[in-house]
């Protein structure tokens, strides 16, 4: 099993900033791709970013066109820990963001079906 402990999650005003942690443990694998989701009220789970590694193919990354040159994905092996930087936040970011895994693979996959481990979820809200 793999535990995900998101965190980071807030209020802030459009165009503004936030910076989403999530914290992996459990099982390990020599390939992994974590993502990032949201999910505003109403409405399915959507793909936001996602990050891949492995010792044969490095570290990928892959992002939704709608948050493509605001937000930023990011590993950090040390702490097994994964981030997404936002930027120039909008009221239409605002939704749950969900951490998410799957070991075994580097496949940079978009529907939240492929995805195995989940975290709770973060609140991020975007003013106007």
């Not at 492995?54 to 994905?73: E, H, L, M, P, Q």
């Not at 492929?114 to 809200?125: A, E, L, M, P």
Request: aromatic residues 10%; hydrophobic residues 35%.
């Amino acid at each position: 099993q793999v535990q995900l402990v998101e965190s980071g999650g807030g209020l802030v005003q459009a165009g503004g900033s936030l910076r989403l942690s999530c914290a992996a443990s459990g099982r390990t694998s020599s390939s992994v791709v974590m993502g990032w989701f949201r999910q505003a009220p109403g409405t399915e789970r959507d793909f936001v970013a996602a990050i891949s590694w492995s010792s044969w193919s490095g570290v990928n990354t892959k992002y939704a066109d709608s948050v493509k040159g605001r937000f930023t994905i990011s590993r950090e092996n040390a702490n097994n820990a994964v981030y997404l930087q936002m930027n120039g936040l909008k009221p239409e970011d605002t939704g749950v963001y969900y951490c998410a895994a799957r070991l075994g693979s580097v496949g940079l996959t978009t529907p939240a079906r492929d995805y195995v481990y989940w975290g709770q979820g973060t609140q991020v809200t975007v003013s106007s």
